[in-house]
């Protein structure tokens, strides 16, 4: 047996007599085994991700919802207005999208404008991260599930925690490029359905805007569990630039932040 010194011995077994035999323990020493995955775990966690997205929204062709949303405007790193805009939104899913003012707040300073201040940075208030693309300030924008998301991002899985849904991974996203318009940061994913659960996530150095520098825009999302379908119901957007034009004119830095708590969801 493994583990046992190896003898031979030679006896004569007595006739009315037990014999007892017993091993002597041998320490047995193995060569260093080092065994390495065949593939980075968070490369079959996004494969997957990509693979159900559709089988994810299946059936989901539009929902509405109630929406608070606050939003605050910086210039020069003083605050120009803070407002708060009470809506209701309706969405098609893949075809469009609208949201109706109820009720809006607005600081003394602009209290003299009749609507609600527009400070949305894409052309949609609910921005699904699990598409392919995101049009931002005239960039396209690959998405970190994007159907060919491994030509633009390499990924690396940070943890594993549990929650009420099961295991939830977090991953790092990391753009394999400098040049190209996409993001970094990271994600999160729930094991059962592989549906996106949270983002962390803001531009590389890729999305550029004519006449604007230092760009910069950070995306917050927190999801729920809706009906079977995963939706945001935490959204937080902040950012800043700089207009110049051609070093002739420079204007102060810009910087905004819009908070959204998402409620009241209708399948």
Same mark, same amino acid.
């Given at each position: 047996?493994?583990?046992?010194?190896?003898?031979?011995?030679?006896?004569?077994?007595?006739?009315?007599?037990?014999?007892?035999?017993?091993?002597?323990?041998?320490?047995?020493?193995?060569?260093?085994?080092?065994?390495?995955?065949?593939?980075?775990?968070? +490369?079959? #966690?996004?494969?997957?991700?990509?693979?159900?997205?559709?089988?994810?929204?299946?059936?989901?062709?539009?929902?509405?919802?109630?929406? +608070?949303?606050?939003?605050?405007?910086?210039?020069?790193?003083?605050?120009?207005?803070?407002?708060?805009?009470?809506?209701?939104? +309706?969405?098609?899913?893949?075809?469009?999208?609208?949201?109706?003012?109820?009720?809006?707040?607005?600081?003394?300073?602009?209290?003299?404008?009749?609507?609600?201040?527009?400070?949305?940075?894409?052309?949609?208030?609910?921005?699904?991260?699990?598409?392919?693309?995101?049009?931002?300030?005239?960039?396209?924008?690959?998405?970190?599930?994007?159907?060919?998301?491994?030509?633009?991002?390499?990924?690396?899985?940070?943890?594993?925690?549990?929650?009420?849904?099961?295991?939830?991974?977090?991953?790092?996203? #990391?753009?394999?490029?400098? #040049?190209?318009?996409?993001?970094?940061?990271?994600?999160?994913?729930?094991?059962?359905?592989?549906?996106?659960?949270?983002?962390?996530?803001?531009?590389?150095?890729?999305?550029?805007?004519?006449?604007?520098?230092?760009?910069?825009?950070?995306?917050?999302?927190?999801?729920?569990?809706?009906?079977?379908?995963?939706?945001?119901?935490?959204?937080?957007?902040?950012?800043?630039?700089?207009?110049?034009?051609?070093?002739?004119?420079?204007?102060?830095?810009?910087?905004?932040?819009?908070?959204?708590?998402?409620?009241?969801?209708?399948?």
């Amino acid at each position: 047996y493994v583990g046992y010194k190896t003898d031979t011995l030679s006896i004569n077994v007595p006739t009315q007599k037990k014999l007892f035999v017993t091993l002597r323990p041998d320490a047995v020493r193995l060569g260093e085994v080092v065994i390495n995955a065949s593939e980075n775990p968070a +490369y079959r #966690i996004i494969r997957e991700a990509i693979k159900r997205k559709e089988e994810n929204r299946k059936g989901l062709n539009n929902f509405e919802y109630d929406a +608070y949303s606050k939003r605050i405007m910086k210039s020069g790193g003083e605050i120009a207005f803070v407002e708060e805009v009470f809506l209701k939104g +309706y969405n098609k899913v893949n075809d469009w999208e609208k949201e109706f003012v109820l009720s809006f707040h607005k600081t003394e300073n602009q209290k003299n404008t009749d609507n609600a201040t527009d400070v949305q940075i894409t052309d949609n208030y609910y921005i699904d991260f699990s598409r392919d693309t995101l049009s931002l300030m005239m960039n396209t924008i690959y998405l970190p599930l994007a159907d060919n998301a491994f030509d633009y991002y390499d990924y690396k899985l940070l943890e594993i925690t549990e929650s009420e849904t099961g295991d939830v991974y977090k991953i790092e996203v #990391i753009p394999l490029s400098k #040049i190209q318009p996409l993001l970094k940061g990271e994600i999160t994913i729930e094991d059962g359905s592989y549906a996106l659960t949270s983002v962390n996530l803001e531009t590389n150095e890729g999305v550029r805007f004519l006449f604007v520098k230092n760009l910069h825009i950070k995306f917050v999302q927190r999801l729920g569990n809706y009906n079977g379908y995963w939706l945001p119901n935490y959204v937080e957007n902040e950012g800043g630039f700089e207009m110049s034009f051609q070093g002739l004119l420079s204007l102060d830095i810009i910087e905004f932040k819009v908070i959204n708590n998402i409620t009241e969801y209708k399948i």
